[in-house]
């Protein structure tokens, strides 16, 4: 079974930045996918990015060149970098983990972006 746990959601300034962060535990294939997705009131759950173990990225139009994702496989990590944030960026975060069909969801982390 897997299990993931966010943190680094919070309340910033625009303009400002934040990095989030999910540590994947249990039993966790070698080859997967882990990314970020995000939900904000009244829409539907919507990609951010994902990153191969192999290595390879893919960002929502909405977000490229603000956002980075990176992970460590070794500690089972995966990073978001957020930059220049906006307040339409605000929503829940939520990191998965997609190992052949079965994707596991974290329990999600707030990012509010005002002023």
């Known amino acids: 079974q897997v299990q993931l746990a966010e943190s680094g959601g919070g309340l910033v300034q625009p303009g400002g930045s934040l990095r989030l962060s999910c540590v994947a535990s249990?039993?966790?294939?070698?080859?997967?996918?882990m990314g970020w997705y995000r939900q904000a009131p009244g829409k539907q759950r919507e990609l951010v990015a994902t990153?191969?173990?192999?290595?390879?990225?893919n960002y929502a139009d909405s977000v490229k060149g603000r956002f980075a994702i990176s992970r460590d496989n070794a500690k089972n990590t995966v990073y978001l970098q957020m930059n220049s944030l906006k307040p339409e960026d605000t929503a829940v975060y939520y990191c998965?983990?997609?190992?052949?069909?079965?994707?596991?969801w974290g329990q999600g982390t707030q990012v509010t972006v005002s002023s």
């Open positions: 998965s983990l997609s190992i052949r069909l079965t994707t596991t």
């Open positions: 990153m191969t173990s192999s290595g390879s990225r």
């Open positions: 249990g039993t966790i294939f070698s080859s997967n996918v």
